[in-house]
């Protein structure tokens, strides 16, 4: 498993290099900050 895990890191490591290039060099940035709901352990309800 480990070593899925390197191949994938590796194989991955350009793309994140390219995003992070291009968000250090832009003007704006946006995010996405929607609340979702998530289950509260011991209540049977959910969270936000």
């Not at 995003?19 to 209540?43: C, F, H, I, Q």
Request: glycine fraction near 4%; charge should be negative; aromatic fraction near 6%.
């Amino acid at each position: 498993m480990t070593r899925m895990m390197n191949s994938a890191t590796d194989a991955l490591w350009p793309v994140f290099e390219a995003l992070e290039r291009d968000l250090k060099t832009s003007s704006k940035l946006y995010m996405d900050e929607t609340v979702l709901a998530r289950l509260d352990p011991g209540s049977g309800n959910t969270k936000t």
